[in-house]
């Protein structure tokens, strides 16, 4: 049988109150995760697991995601990324990069503003609606997108860039975690494709990060993945 997830994000009181008892925040069962990179729909498992904002629709997600493509001008790999993140539609979100809400897909397509893994999920998504197989790249500390078709070409959506090649993701690599980490650590490894199943693993570590790190009323998040 297929692997499935149940998140939950739990609001916690405050002890000085009295009322420390978690209650149900919001919670989504998922579709299952037992996606491969070669999956017709490698990137709408963590979409869905990922749209936890209460009394969130998945299909509104998903006609949001069909009315993106509908608008792209250029169903190329480039011009989806452009469409995307060259007009100013969706950015990095750099005020708040760590805010659990760049977890959750309804809400960066609301807001415009995301992070590496949401918008890459979101840009994986639109492509496949035109034709254009994309693919989740899981380089540490940095999400990207590659082509099924080119293993020498990404893209790196939080910044709008596009046409990056292995030294460029190495240049990012190096940008965020020093040069020497750079020199000992990186791997050609870094930019292999990953499965559907880790795409949205990353994704619920990130959010569980951000409850943990406070923020809003979240005081903590759990995150429970199993059969």
């Known amino acids: 049988p297929a692997t499935h997830t149940m998140c939950q994000v739990l609001r916690s009181g405050n002890p000085r109150k009295g009322t420390s008892t978690a209650r149900p925040f919001c919670s989504a069962p998922c579709i299952p ?12 498992t963590a979409c869905l697991t990922a749209s936890l904002v209460l009394n969130t629709n998945p299909l509104t997600v ?19 990324i452009g469409h995307l993140f060259g007009t100013g539609r969706l950015i990095g979100d750099r005020r708040d990069y760590h805010g659990w809400r760049n977890s959750c ?44 078709t080119d293993d020498h070409w990404f893209a790196d959506p939080y910044h709008g860039r596009t046409s990056l090649g292995r030294v460029d993701c190495r240049a990012v690599f190096a940008s965020i975690h020093g040069e020497s980490a750079a020199a ?44």
């Not at 998903?62 to 989806?80: E, F, I, K, N, W």
């Not at 918008?119 to 590659?146: K, T």
């Open 105 to 148: 897909i309804d809400h960066v397509l609301g807001s415009g503003r995301g992070m590496p893994i949401t918008l890459s999920v979101i840009a994986i998504e639109v492509a496949r609606r035109l034709g254009v197989h994309l693919l989740p790249i899981g380089m540490p500390g940095h999400f990207l997108v590659g082509d099924a």
């Open 33 to 44: 995760m037992r996606g491969t990179i070669d999956s017709p729909k490698p990137a709408m």
């Open 184 to 227: 000992t650590r990186w791997s050609d490894t870094f930019v292999r494709p990953i499965a559907a199943r880790h795409v949205a693993a990353r994704m619920l570590n990130n959010l569980k990060v951000s409850c943990e790190r406070g923020g809003e009323d979240l005081a903590n998040g759990l995150v429970f993945v199993g059969p």
């Open 62 to 80: 998903m006609t949001d995601l069909d009315d993106l493509a509908s608008s792209c001008p250029s169903p190329t790999r480039d011009g989806v």
